[in-house]
């Protein structure tokens, strides 16, 4: 989340809902594919989404000291099953050259920029992509299993960068169509489907505004207990005398609001912004 214009924007006020898929026990079979959300784009490589190039890299307070995060905007903190391909013979080896396959980008109903990895156990003699859709690995009839790993992937538009960084979009597979995501790994815990989420304090004035020049404040670090990806807002509200970035830490911003300098409000925005620096 990016301050101050993000809280400022009306997106912050715009409750999310997430459509939630059906997945059987066993692991993803014909009640997914009976009660995914139907496509609505075109042909072709999945592009037009609503997503900012470059991703901004935004500065931070940790503790006191200065620290930089990606803003990939709101997201809903629920996980969305991704399909990665292994051998069935050897189920911790990666089949060579497969691309994951997802079943929803932005923009459709049940998307999450978190994936819960589901491994499908390809056999012998399987050709790497001649799979390239949910539909087509329930048909295939080879097993998928659910694991708990879950990664965060932000889908974008092909030619996205990153701002500050070199990092390229890895390739995957939307219902036949090529797409392009970050993989930004396994920072983020989820308790079934529900992510994990970690605080992060926007600041305000009394009126709503944001308090121009304030970065937002968090108190984890990725490898901290606690950390995650996925940030839920809290909104500091802030008296008139208030000069921005006076507060830089979260202890200092616990304190202040009990004693009732601040008022502090756990929202049920949830962005997500991994921290790089």
């Given at each position: 989340?990016?301050?101050?214009s ?9 409750a999310?809902a ?10 993803l ?10 496509a609505t784009?075109p042909?072709?490589?999945?592009d ?16 006191n000291?200065?620290v ?5 905007g709101?997201q809903?903190n629920?996980?969305?099953p991704i399909l ?8 911790d080896?990666?089949?060579?050259g ?16 978190f ?9 012998a003699?399987?050709v ?6 949910f539909?087509?690995?329930?048909a ?7 694991t ?7 889908v ?17 597979w ?9 993989d ?12 994990d989420?970690?605080p992060?304090?926007a600041?305000?004035r ?5 308090v ?5 404040v968090?108190?984890v670090?990725?490898?901290d207990?606690?950390?995650?990806d996925l940030?839920?807002?809290?909104k500091v509200?802030?008296?008139a ?6 507060l830089?830490?979260?202890p ?6 009990a ?9 049920d ?9």
């Open positions: 989340m990016e301050p101050p993000a809280p400022q924007k009306s997106r912050m006020n715009v999310l997430a459509v939630a898929v059906v997945l059987l026990i066993a692991g079979g014909i009640g997914y594919v009976l009660g995914r959300p139907a784009s042909p072709g490589p999945v037009g989404l609503s997503r900012p190039d470059p991703i901004p890299r935004v500065d931070g307070w940790y503790r000291g200065s930089s995060y990606l803003d990939y709101l809903p629920i996980t969305a990665v391909f292994f051998q069935a013979a050897s189920p080896t990666m089949v060579p497969q691309r994951n396959i997802i079943d929803t980008v932005p923009g459709q109903p049940g998307y999450s920029d994936w819960r990895v589901y491994k499908v156990l390809a056999p003699g399987y790497a992509n001649s799979i390239r859709s539909e087509a690995a329930v295939s009839g080879y097993a998928i299993e659910e708990h790993l879950v990664v965060n992937c932000p974008v538009n092909p030619g996205t960068t990153i701002r500050g960084s070199a990092a390229a979009p890895v390739s995957g939307y219902r036949d169509r090529e797409v392009v995501y970050f930004h790994g396994m920072n983020s815990p989820a308790h079934g489907s529900i992510v989420a970690a992060i304090y600041f305000f009394m009126d709503g505004t944001a121009s020049g304030q970065r937002n968090i108190d670090l990725p490898g207990a606690g950390y995650s940030w839920r807002v809290v509200t802030v008296g005398s208030y000069m921005a970035n006076d830089r830490d979260a200092s911003i616990l304190a202040a609001g004693a009732g300098t601040i008022t502090l409000e756990t929202t925005l949830f962005v997500n912004c991994p921290v790089v620096s």
